[in-house]
Nanobody, 116 residues
Framework: VQLQASGGGLVQSGGSLRLSCAAS????????MGWYRQAPGKQRELVVTMTSGGSTVYADSVKGRFTISRDNAKNTVSLQMNSLKPEDTAVYYC???????????WGKGTLVTVSS
């Protein structure tokens, strides 16, 4: 499954952005969809994951501000980001993991820049 993330951009602190991740094939068999981010000079880190059953895991730094949603009919996963902070500045990556064939797919990232 190929993934394409979009929706990044420049936003002021306190603003909102919505990222989307479009999959090239059905995501109904994908066990875990998620968003990760990598800030300049830092390692890639988890933002949020969602299982096919709807269970979510959020990084503490984004809890209460970011919300993941998954639309199996449209093969998309979205990330609503509110109350953005300068420390949210990073390249955001979409990820899909499927257990039966050990698939771990990454899309090209989308840059989010939050100005203070």
């Amino acid at each position: 499954v190929q993934l394409q993330a979009s929706g990044g951009g420049l936003v002021q602190s306190g603003g909102s952005l919505r990222l989307s991740c479009a999959a090239s094939a059905s995501i109904s068999s994908i066990n875990v969809m998620g968003w990760y981010r990598q800030a300049p000079g830092k390692q890639r880190e988890l933002v949020v994951t969602m299982t096919s059953g709807g269970s979510t895991v959020y990084a503490d730094s984004v809890k209460g501000r970011f919300t993941i949603s998954r639309d199996n009919a449209k093969n998309t996963v979205s990330l609503q980001m509110n109350s953005l902070k300068p420390e949210d500045t990073a390249v955001y990556y979409c990820n899909a993991k499927r257990l039966y064939d050990v698939m771990d797919s990454w899309g090209k990232g989308t840059l989010v820049t939050v100005s203070s």
